[in-house]
């Protein structure tokens, strides 16, 4: 059973940059055709899709966070991440990580992490 | 861009009682849909793929309808642990990704 971890640092500055990694057990980053993603929740809120990379490394950004957003593969570690820059407090929430399977031509998440606050604040 | 919508916002209800719930996408998406469960404080939980198919180990109340651009999930007898926020989700690969809709929140009525 794949499970996935959130991890990195729970404050982060204004104009700082939010870094954040997701290690990943009991399956391959790179090895399988999944897309592995990054979703984050502000408090009270909704879910709000980040971005994705696909186990070959391709990836695809919310248009709104296209210009400040990086999702990247470290097969060295099975791990992915997730970087965010120049935040505000409005990047305040918790994100979760989450594996991507392909199901008759979609791709559904049936293996999400526990997620981890980040608030942005001096 | 894809949009998700959902209606209601909110919806209040009774144990056995049955929900609807819509979803719809600014343009066709076929049948790649999907609903979610979320609880507070935890991961949203898969319920419904590919528009229709429920994900094994949920309970057969749950069910889900529509293609193109207007979907519904119902929950059939709606029973204490259902009262959850639920979230509808594109899921092709376009490249404006994975969007959600703004979520529907089922109270005690």
Redesign the interface.
């Given at each position: 059973q794949v499970q996935l971890q959130e991890s990195g640092p729970g404050l982060v500055k204004p104009s700082q940059t939010l870094s954040l990694t997701c290690n990943v057990s009991g399956g391959s980053v790179s090895g399988d055709n999944h897309?592995w993603?990054w979703?984050r929740q502000p408090a009270g809120k909704?879910?709000?899709?980040i971005?994705?990379i696909h186990s070959s490394g391709t990836t695809?950004?919310?248009?709104s966070l296209k210009s400040r957003v990086n999702i990247f593969i470290d097969t060295s570690k099975n791990q992915f991440a997730l970087k965010l820059t120049a935040v505000t407090a409005a990047d305040t929430a918790v994100y979760?990580c989450?594996r991507?399977g392909a199901?008759?031509?979609?791709?559904?998440?049936?293996n999400?992490?526990?997620?981890t606050l980040v608030t942005v604040s001096s | 861009d894809i949009q998700m919508t959902q209606s209601p916002s909110s919806v209040s209800a009774s144990v056995g009682d049955r929900v609807t719930i819509t979803c719809r996408a600014t343009q066709g998406i076929g049948t790649w849909l999907a609903w979610y469960q979320q609880k507070p404080g935890k991961a949203p939980k898969l319920l419904i793929y590919a528009a229709s198919s429920l994900q094994s180990g949920v309970p057969s109340r749950f069910s889900g309808s529509g293609s193109g651009t207007d979907f519904t999930l119902t929950i059939n007898s709606l029973q204490p642990e259902d009262f959850a926020t639920y979230y509808c989700q594109q899921a092709s690969t376009f490249p404006w990704g994975f969007t959600f809709g703004p979520g529907t929140k089922v109270v005690v009525k």
């Amino acid at each position: 059973q794949v499970q996935l971890q959130e991890s990195g640092p729970g404050l982060v500055k204004p104009s700082q940059t939010l870094s954040l990694t997701c290690n990943v057990s009991g399956g391959s980053v790179s090895g399988d055709n999944h897309y592995w993603s990054w979703i984050r929740q502000p408090a009270g809120k909704g879910l709000e899709w980040i971005g994705r990379i696909h186990s070959s490394g391709t990836t695809n950004y919310n248009p709104s966070l296209k210009s400040r957003v990086n999702i990247f593969i470290d097969t060295s570690k099975n791990q992915f991440a997730l970087k965010l820059t120049a935040v505000t407090a409005a990047d305040t929430a918790v994100y979760y990580c989450a594996r991507y399977g392909a199901h008759a031509g979609g791709w559904y998440s049936d293996n999400w992490g526990q997620g981890t606050l980040v608030t942005v604040s001096s | 861009d894809i949009q998700m919508t959902q209606s209601p916002s909110s919806v209040s209800a009774s144990v056995g009682d049955r929900v609807t719930i819509t979803c719809r996408a600014t343009q066709g998406i076929g049948t790649w849909l999907a609903w979610y469960q979320q609880k507070p404080g935890k991961a949203p939980k898969l319920l419904i793929y590919a528009a229709s198919s429920l994900q094994s180990g949920v309970p057969s109340r749950f069910s889900g309808s529509g293609s193109g651009t207007d979907f519904t999930l119902t929950i059939n007898s709606l029973q204490p642990e259902d009262f959850a926020t639920y979230y509808c989700q594109q899921a092709s690969t376009f490249p404006w990704g994975f969007t959600f809709g703004p979520g529907t929140k089922v109270v005690v009525k």
